[in-house]
T-cell receptor, first 117, second 115 residues
Framework: AQSVTQLGSHVSVSEGALVLLRCNYS??????LFWYVQYPNQGLQLLLK??????LVKGINGFEAEFKKSETSFHLTKPSAHMSDAAEYFC???????????????FGQGTILTVHP | NAGVTQTPKFQVLKTGQSMTLQCAQD?????MSWYRQDPGMGLRLIHY???????DQGEVPNGYNVSRSTTEDFPLRLLSAAPSQTSVYFC??????????????FGPGTRLTVL
């Protein structure tokens, strides 16, 4: 079974500082991996996704994530935080094989990012 | 395209009442899913569908029913609401047409309170 662990339920950074949100997955084979962002009282928006084409994935709003098979990690980073980045971030995984798994995502617990002026 | 739409946005129920959360998508996606979001637990899969007439259970299906009579609609029914079903509910859809990752597109959510 797939699982995802996000280390740190809350992360606080200063504006302009590096953002690092951690995600580790458990899977017998490299899965598809996703990062979603949720702004207050809104739905989920896709930030970026890993599909095995490249280990370093660039997403929207200056975010990127690196897939590291040896560490089973897919950490999300942004070089310089902006106030508008304050939100909750979710890492999610889907098995690479087909069948009914196409409609199923397993989510991590979420990390709330706070950005201080 | 409106994408994935959900109604209502907010709902308050009394224990034992039943209701249906509506979800519709206009992207002709074959896969649709329902998740519930609770603080500190991320999103958990309730039910999902791989096409019209085909549904299956997710991680937390108890107390919920689904059906999929058309490609566009995937309603979620609460049979007898309980306070433990107080949550935010998200509907999502995906398709092979969006790429091999089957990226999921989410609706805006329904915030349900059961008293």
């Amino acid at each position: 079974a797939q699982s995802v662990t996000q280390l740190g339920s809350h992360v606080s950074v200063s504006e302009g500082a590096l953002v690092l949100l951690r995600c580790n997955y458990s899977s017998s084979v490299p899965p598809y991996l996703f990062w979603y962002v949720q702004y207050p009282n809104q739905g989920l928006q896709l930030l970026l996704k890993y599909t095995s084409a490249a280990t370093l994935v660039k997403g929207i709003n200056g975010f990127e994530a690196e897939f590291k098979k040896s560490e089973t990690s897919f950490h999300l980073t942004k070089p310089s935080a902006h106030m508008s980045d304050a939100a909750e971030y979710f890492c999610a995984v889907r098995p690479p094989v087909g069948g009914t798994s196409y409609g199923k995502l397993t989510f991590g617990q979420g990390t709330i990012l706070t950005v201080h002026p | 395209n409106a994408g994935v739409t959900q109604t209502p946005k907010f709902q308050v129920l009394k224990t034992g009442q039943s209701m249906t959360l509506q979800c519709a998508q206009d992207m002709n996606h074959e896969y649709m899913s329902w998740y519930r979001q609770d603080p500190g637990m991320g999103l958990r899969l309730i039910h999902y569908s791989v096409g019209a007439g085909i549904t299956d259970q997710g991680e937390v299906p108890n107390g919920y029913n689904v059906s999929r009579s058309t490609t566009e609609d995937f309603p979620l029914r609460l049979l007898s609401a309980a306070p433990s079903q107080t949550s935010v509910y998200f509907c999502a859809s995906s398709s092979r047409a969006t790429g091999a990752s089957y990226e999921q597109f989410f609706g805006p959510g329904t915030r349900l309170t059961v008293l």
